[in-house]
């Protein structure tokens, strides 16, 4: 079965930045686009941004212009930077072959990010 395995996470101050990493062990994993989603206590789970099999990458509109995705195919990986980080980014991080209603396969454990002001 397919595993995603999140990295990166931890405590910054705002305004601060920090790197995620995730790994997936995809047959294919060229082929297929990645996303990352965040969930924050008592909230639902949200795309926040993706990039397709050829490098197009699009945002949500609360992280545009601060985080930017990014993959490394020879590594299976996929990577979220993320700057000017505020208390609203803290969540959650996921990683996910993105579907209509949501991630295609199992998530992973996901990686804490909690912003302190």
């Known amino acids: 079965q397919v595993q995603l395995v999140e990295s990166g996470g931890g405590v910054v101050q705002a305004g601060g930045s920090l790197r995620l990493s995730c790994a997936a062990s995809?047959?294919?994993?060229?082929?297929?686009?990645m996303a990352w989603y965040r969930q924050a206590p008592g909230k639902q789970r949200d795309l926040v941004a993706r990039?397709?099999?050829?490098?197009?990458?699009s945002y949500a509109d609360s992280v545009k212009g601060r985080f930017t995705i990014s993959r490394d195919n020879a590594k299976k990986s996929v990577y979220l930077e993320m700057s000017h980080l505020n208390v609203e980014d803290t969540a959650v991080y996921y990683c996910?072959?993105?579907?209509?209603?949501?991630?295609?396969?199992?998530w992973g454990q996901g990686t804490q990010v909690t912003v302190s002001s």
């Open positions: 996910n072959v993105p579907a209509a209603l949501g991630g295609r396969y199992s």
């Open positions: 995809l047959s294919f994993f060229s082929i297929n686009a």
């Open positions: 990039i397709s099999s050829g490098g197009t990458t």
